[in-house]
């Protein structure tokens, strides 16, 4: 048996697990609350709830960095009694992230209490390769979006690679338009980077780009919006 890279398990602020990545060391989410940004930078900002309320029966994810599937879970805990379903597609390259994500789960129980009952789904989808809500694949993500079916859009994006200083494959102009090409009229896309480069793409892509909240420790995330029109508009400025 091939043996498991030696993530580590990292306890952050608000009680929920998370990994350390076995070479760079960083983690996958924020020390101050992993459950707490994945909820708040990631499935608030895209206004997943909000636009059940009024009214979505369905709406569909782009999700950058499957890693442990929290913010996943954060997601199907937001649409969570609205009768909306979530439409997932999640991007991984490294397997090695799912077992020692099941491994933690086993030894700690849960990666947070709060975030389990949502949680145990997305580990149920990704232990039998996808399910109908949630949809794995496996490899690249910069090969394998832009071979998506040619009219897949998506209502929100999750862009959680590790940051462009330790892996910068995954926020070049390149794939950050990829991305922007796939976002449906009206389409929020959340990261934590406040990188300026990544902004400039976003904005080069033909996205609105805002500050994202405050969380924990971070004053500011990044959002980009699509045009409601299905058109392209200039940034506001920043
Ligand atoms: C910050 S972690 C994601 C955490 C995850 N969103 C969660 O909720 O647990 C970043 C993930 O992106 C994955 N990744 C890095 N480069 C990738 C690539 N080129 N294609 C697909 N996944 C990649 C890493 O293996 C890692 O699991």
Sequence with gaps: MESVPDWRAVRTDDGSWTLAHPEHGETCHSTSGAWQQALERYARPCRLRERAQAGARELRLLDIGTGLGLNLAAALSELDGTG????????????????????LVSVHGALDPRAEPF????????????????????????????????????????????????????????????????????????????????????????????????????????????????????????
């Design 84 to 103: 909306c379903a979530l439409i997932a597609d999640t991007f991984e390259r490294d397997a090695s992230v799912r077992e020692a994500m099941l491994e």
């Design 119 to 238: 949680h145990a789904r997305v580990r149920a989808a990704l232990e039998r390769g996808g399910d109908r809500s949630i949809r794995t694949h496996f490899g690249d993500a910069r090969a394998l979006v832009p071979a998506l079916e040619p009219t897949a859009r998506y209502d929100a994006v999750f862009l959680d690679p590790f940051s462009p200083r330790r892996e910068p494959d995954l926020w070049t102009g390149e794939f950050l338009a990829a991305i922007a090409a796939r976002m449906a009229p009206g389409a929020w896309l959340s990261t934590y980077t406040v990188s300026k480069p990544v902004r400039r793409a976003l904005a080069a892509a033909g996205l609105a780009v805002l500050d994202g909240p405050a969380v924990g420790r971070k004053r500011a995330g990044t959002l980009a919006r699509s045009a409601l029109d299905g058109g392209t508009r200039r940034a506001e400025p920043l």
